[in-house]
């Protein structure tokens, strides 16, 4: 299941798709997905069965890939490391909006569950959410139509 959802979210975003492997060591404690600087190997931790957490953060790992090959400066140019700066300051980086923003439209459309960001301050959920538009209205517009089979 996971590596078919890697396909399609690789695909979508015409990004090669990396290898999956389940190891729980590569990941801190806190993550659920980390993709390799080379973007070849994404490590995910080990479950019987996938979160949403999961597939939420291999989605947001595999975006970050795609903002590396297409907007480096733009995603990357003055960003600063979550130790540098405030909880707010951080999630309002360009990559990290642009990156929630793109993980939330797909978990949304492919398991009709909508992330709430409740951790992040309301300016930050305020700016994925016009990034979630801007996204489902400029880039994936078949995933805005998308309906889930009952």
């Known amino acids: ?7 399609t979210l690789s695909n979508m975003l ?3 798709m990396p290898q999956v492997f389940y190891n729980d060591r590569e990941l801190a404690a806190e993550q659920h997905a980390k993709l390799t600087p080379d973007g ?12 949403l957490d999961q597939l939420f953060a291999a989605a947001f790992e595999l ?3 795609w903002q590396r090959r297409n907007g480096a400066e733009l995603y990357f140019g003055n960003y600063r ?6 909880e707010r300051d951080f ?5 990290e909006v642009d990156a929630n923003a793109f ?18 301050p309301g300016a930050a959920r305020s700016r994925i959410d016009r990034r979630m538009e801007e996204i489902r209205r400029n880039e994936f517009p078949e995933l805005a139509n998308m309906k889930l089979p009952h």
């Open 103 to 120: 993980a939330a439209v797909a978990v949304s459309a492919l398991f009709g569950v909508e992330p709430v960001f409740d951790e992040l």
């Open 14 to 16: 015409q990004i090669p």
């Open 63 to 65: 975006r970050r890939e």
């Open 81 to 86: 490391p979550r130790e540098q700066l405030s």
């Open 91 to 95: 999630a309002m980086q360009p990559s």
């Open 1 to 7: 299941m996971i590596n078919g959802y890697v396909k």
């Open 40 to 51: 070849k190997r994404l490590f995910l931790r080990k479950l019987k069965t996938p979160s």
